[in-house]
């Protein structure tokens, strides 16, 4: 599974206290893992370099600890291609070769060529090379995060604000 998991730790007495003061942790934490699904997916999708396919469904999920006060959220993926295409894949054995076809297909590479009287299928080729030299991870729920943290201020502070909201009116 590819997973980024976001944690608050050593603070869940002070986390309590303050979801009684009316700052829900849960809802704060919902809108850091839904938050982190969004930049994760948004990630995925190059314009000119790929059709956006995990950008478009469901491929990447979020959810929140259970409890009444959550200390983690998480973004993951339960897709093993969404995982080879993230974390890349070690040279040494071929990706599935209908995996490929498709690809290819869906990027307008002809499933098969006629060259000189041969008939040559391209994805066998790509699937093979990929075999042979591995692939380099798209890193897209790193880069999630990343974007994440650089929003953790802005959303810590609008928190903040909530708080005050509830707690002086």
Known sequence: MSKIDV???????FLR???RAGGSVRVFMSNVA???????????????????TFAKGNTIKHDVAPGAVPLSARAFTLSPIAIAVDQGRPPGKMPPMKA??????????PEKRNTGGKVKKPYFYIA???GARGSKGR???AKGLAALQGKMGVMIAAWEQNIKRRYDG
């Open 7 to 13: 944690q608050f730790t050593g603070v869940p007495q």
């Open 17 to 19: 206290a303050l979801d």
């Open 34 to 52: 839904e938050v982190l699904d969004i930049e994760a997916e948004k990630e995925t999708y190059h314009p000119g370099k790929d059709k956006g």
């Open 100 to 109: 490929i076809r498709r690809w290819a297909g869906k990027h307008g590479i």
């Open 128 to 130: 093979r090379a990929i």
């Open 139 to 141: 890193q897209f729920m």
